[in-house]
């Protein structure tokens, strides 16, 4: 599965890296990862084209700890179960305008502040 599509980008491009961040749980979510065998979600709310053609991403992440922070599109790319399975995938019915304090609710994350 593609993690990143042309949509997505242009949302990306649209907010940058930072746009959101004042909203906090309010933030709308551009794209949804997700770990169908484990622990794993990541609500993206930004990001940002490096040189190289990778992606910065920036949003709220459930792993052991939920924190809000940056991954790269190539990290997430890069799980694989036995080292030949992706495992990571994009919500593809994930909600136009849906926030993360939204997801939260309907996932059963718990919502921490940053400082």
Known sequence: ??????????????????????????????????????????????????????????????LIYNEWGYILLSELESLKLGNEIPIIERDRYLRGNTTVHDECVRLGIREFEYG
């Open 1 to 62: 599965m593609k993690l990143l599509t042309k949509e997505i980008e242009e949302e990306l491009l649209k907010y940058g890296i930072d746009g959101q961040r004042e909203l906090v749980f309010h933030s709308k979510v551009i794209a949804r990862y997700f770990n169908p065998y484990g622990v794993g979600t990541w609500l993206i709310t930004g990001g940002k084209r490096l040189m190289d053609g990778d992606w910065l991403l920036f949003g709220y992440v459930s």
